[in-house]
């Protein structure tokens, strides 16, 4: 969807801060957090794009002040309202109200270190044949979702090469809305830093792995 967590390379936001390694969480809050949402996705309630997903339905303001694990906790209070397992006055008084469902089930802790080396695997085997080889010119499709989406605004309109063909991957825009078995081939395209940001520029490119529904020929 169109909003304001999708304003990558948007003029007027500032430069990306990289942060050492070691800054990665500036309170115990935040370590908790990202602890809590770890856990409860591994209840496997929900799935990585209907999480992010979930993170994106704030209003703007809101949004733009929040902090990076304060995205993280807005986006699991709302998926854990509507899956049930918490209500909206429990989370606002920090008191449990009603038992919790009877078919969740807790990742045990000897479990949790293999459960997160492993993953979960996003390729899937699909029938169809790739549209796209590389080398081949692609220009992404101008599309304005309301729901969640990989293809950011910025590139939209825009032309680039195909370098890389992953093979077919989840769909991520119809895996946030819980349509499970859709799959399209992925690629990897160079957008020529001129294309995206015109002649003052600087020299470079910038990639992007996009599924093949978000392009098209020029």
């Known amino acids: 969807m169109n909003g304001a967590h999708d304003m990558?390379?948007?003029?007027?936001?500032?430069?990306?801060?990289?942060?050492?390694?070691?800054?990665?969480?500036?309170?115990?809050?935040?370590?908790?957090?990202?602890?809590?949402?770890?856990?409860?996705?591994?209840?496997g309630r929900w799935n990585i794009d209907r999480a992010r997903s979930a993170r994106e339905q704030q209003p703007p303001a809101q949004y733009l002040e929040n902090t990076y694990y304060e995205q993280w906790l807005h986006g699991l209070e709302v998926l854990l309202v509507e899956e049930g397992l918490?209500?909206?006055?429990?989370?606002?008084?920090?008191?449990?109200?009603?038992?919790?469902?009877?078919?969740?089930?807790?990742?045990?802790?000897?479990?949790?270190?293999?459960?997160?080396?492993?993953?979960?695997?996003?390729?899937?085997?699909?029938?169809?044949?790739?549209?796209?080889?590389?080398?081949?010119?692609?220009?992404?499709?101008?599309d304005h979702p309301t729901g969640h989406t990989r293809a950011p605004r910025y590139v939209r309109g825009r032309t680039g090469t195909v370098v890389?063909?992953?093979g077919a991957h989840v769909y991520a825009d119809a895996s946030a809305r819980g349509e499970h078995g859709v799959a399209h081939h992925l690629y990897n395209?160079?957008?020529?830093?001129?294309e995206l940001w015109g002649a003052e520029a600087q020299d470079g490119a910038v990639h992007l792995d996009l599924w093949e529904p978000y392009l098209e020929r020029p």
């Open 8 to 43: 990558g390379g948007m003029h007027g936001f500032g430069a990306v801060r990289d942060e050492p390694e070691d800054d990665r969480f500036h309170g115990e809050w935040e370590r908790r957090a990202f602890a809590l949402t770890l856990a409860c996705g591994g209840l």
């Open 86 to 142: 918490v209500t909206a006055e429990e989370l606002r008084t920090g008191k449990a109200v009603v038992p919790k469902p009877a078919d969740v089930v807790p990742i045990h802790a000897d479990r949790v270190v293999k459960a997160l080396q492993q993953g979960s695997p996003y390729t899937r085997d699909v029938s169809q044949a790739p549209r796209f080889a590389i080398g081949d010119t692609v220009r992404v499709r101008v």
């Open 164 to 166: 890389l063909h992953h």
């Open 189 to 194: 395209v160079a957008f020529d830093a001129a």
